[in-house]
């Protein structure tokens, strides 16, 4: 019998009984399930481990899977601020952040993103990771603004960049598939950015942010 690769692979780690907990709260409060794959979230972990980030500004937090794979890269004294637009949303992914040992790391605001994003220009401050997996609609508008706060060599990545195979099929032409087209070529294009895609997942970008270019 053959079973699928992510599942070989996830099979070699140990049970992660904070992850599973974020699973089981979500299909309690019958929320979307729609959290990152588990090995996508070691990949977020491993990701903010290596580049050293010290601040992460996630978007779209839902029950806060990818916010405590996140929150495990950081040092104990980083910081991840999470954005929801859903109340009861971020009222579990903070519960949750806190029983797997982070919640002195990790803030939530509640409200559209990009009202959020502008409110956090105001008060000045800078990230040296990005999240972004809300709302596909507005991801180019969440890709200016998160560069509007980056730190040099900030690291910029997103979810969904395939949108399930609807990006590369020239019949979908919705809203969303539309903006998805143009964050990918910004990630590929944008001459502030070091870009790459990977066809994994859903499809993941990551990218560099060089300020000075
Ligand atoms: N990153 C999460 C994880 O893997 O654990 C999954 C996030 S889920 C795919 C998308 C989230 O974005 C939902 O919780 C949704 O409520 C939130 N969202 C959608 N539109 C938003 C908006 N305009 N502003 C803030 N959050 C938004």
Redesign the pocket.
């Known amino acids: 019998m053959t079973i699928l690769p992510e599942q070989y692979f996830d099979d070699l780690y140990r049970r992660d009984s904070d992850l599973e907990r974020?699973v089981e709260s979500i299909r309690r409060a019958g929320?979307?399930e729609?959290?990152?794959a588990a090995g996508y979230?070691r990949l977020l972990t491993f990701l903010v481990a290596i580049t050293g980030a010290r601040s992460i500004l996630?978007?779209?937090?839902?029950?806060?899977?990818?916010?405590i794979c996140l929150a495990r890269g950081l040092p104990e004294d980083g910081r991840l601020i999470s954005?929801?637009?859903?109340q009861e949303?971020a009222d579990i992914a903070k519960d949750n952040m806190t029983a797997a040992g982070h919640g002195s790391k990790a803030e939530y605001l509640v409200?559209?993103?990009?009202e959020?994003l502008d409110k956090l220009a105001l008060k000045d401050n800078r990230f040296d990771f990005f999240?972004i997996?809300?709302?596909k609609e507005?991801y180019p508008n969440y890709l200016e603004a998160c560069i509007a706060l980056a730190n040099e060599g900030a690291i910029i990545a997103a979810?969904?960049t395939l949108l399930r195979g609807k990006t590369i099929d020239d019949n979908k032409q919705g809203p969303s598939v539309l903006a998805i087209r143009q964050f990918n070529r910004l990630i590929a294009q944008d001459s502030r950015l070091m870009g790459v895609h990977l066809p994994a997942f859903d499809g993941l970008a990551l990218a560099k942010i060089n300020l000075n270019k």
């Open positions: 974020v929320m979307p729609i959290s990152v979230g996630e978007i779209g937090a839902l029950g806060g899977y990818s916010g954005l929801e637009l859903k949303y409200g559209d993103a990009s959020s999240f997996d809300a709302d507005n979810d969904n």
